[in-house]
């Protein structure tokens, strides 16, 4: 059997056993969903939970990425493993990722502690397809105990990050202004640390008086825990590591006080209800064929029987 034709079985012992190539294909085929990636989450779920996950979200040209990449190198100067998801537009083309500006983090693909994918939407409206929850477990079961998830930050989409990461980090530059506080406010339901990067630039000052002012103006209920707001020049690794430790500082935050497990029981929750919605439509794709359709259709168009009956009709013939 060629390494390529390897079941899924093989494939996840090979990739518990450091086989970087094994965890590529894997990933490849929860990308791809259908039995095989069924398969892989089942062989997964025991090995997981282990991992802490950590959303890195902003608007374009924020300088995520660069700052990705400087935490990375951050963590493997602390001689900690990392593994990155850059999650990426879909190319209209070939469905695939599209990794424009994330080539500077091949810097670390040489590095056997740093393993980096770039997952592809496959047009999911929120930059997260039901595939990036697969693959954290995927990476977690095999061992990686920190994963970074960066997203593409497309106007108020880039929101969805909340739901997939145990601490977000929401990425600003200096001079964001005004105009945008509209545009930006659900980042500030999501933030759990604030960053603004390039922050060599002019107003700093000012773009943390803003975060500062819409925090004491928001009507979220912040308790104990009120981001912090950290300045860093992500190009020459200028206040990562206070951002690394702000981030630790935060998972102990949620550990002790519960916030971790009733946030990851929110997630799973959450998720399964998106799998059985994602089913449903699937199936009513599906029953919307065929001859009993047509003829429930041009009852509706003779006026003889309303939609929401002619829906009733279809689903009784599923259960529904």
């Known amino acids: ?45 025991p090995y997981t939970g282990g991992a802490y996950t950590i959303g890195l979200t902003g608007a374009p040209g924020s300088g995520k990425s660069t700052l990705t990449s400087a935490t990375i190198g951050h963590l493997r100067g602390l001689e900690l493993e990392v593994a990155v998801l850059a999650i990426d537009p879909s190319s209209p083309f070939t469905g695939g990722a599209i990794l424009g500006d994330r080539v500077r983090m091949q810097d670390h693909a040489t590095d056997p502690g740093v393993f980096i994918r770039s997952m592809a939407t496959r047009g999911h409206l929120g930059g997260l397809s039901l595939a990036t929850p697969e693959a954290v477990r995927l990476l977690d079961a095999i061992g990686r105990l920190w994963i970074l998830v960066e ?20 990425v600003v530059n200096p001079g964001w202004g005004d105009s945008v ?72 935050f949620i550990e002790a006080s519960g916030e ?33 359709w047509e003829a429930l259709q041009e009852q509706v168009l003779a006026r003889k029987l309303d939609p929401w009956g002619a829906a009733d009709e279809m689903l009784r013939g599923i259960g529904g």
């Not at 009507?219 to 430790?245: F, H, K, M, N």
């Open 181 to 252: 506080q509209a545009n930006k406010a659900g980042l500030m339901e999501i933030a759990d640390v604030f960053v603004i990067n390039k922050a060599d630039r002019k107003g700093v000052d000012e773009t943390r008086r803003d975060l500062e002012q819409m925090l004491d103006l928001s009507a979220l209920d912040l308790g104990a825990w009120r981001p912090p707001i950290v300045p860093v020049v992500a190009t020459e690794g200028t206040g990562v590591p206070t951002l690394w430790d702000t981030v630790v500082e935060h998972r102990a």
């Open 151 to 170: 997203t593409v930050g497309v106007g108020q989409v880039e929101v969805e990050i909340a739901g997939k990461a145990d601490t977000t980090v929401v």
């Open 260 to 292: 971790l497990a009733r946030r990851r029981a929110f997630r799973l929750r959450d998720e399964l209800r998106e799998i059985v919605a994602q089913r449903l439509e699937r199936r009513a794709r599906q029953i919307t064929t065929g001859e009993r």
């Open 1 to 45: 059997m060629t390494r390529r034709n390897r079941s899924p079985l093989e494939l996840f012992t090979a990739a518990r056993d450091g086989d970087r190539a094994a965890v590529a294909r894997l990933l490849s085929l929860v990308e791809r969903g259908g039995d095989e990636a069924r398969e892989i989450g089942r062989l997964g779920y």
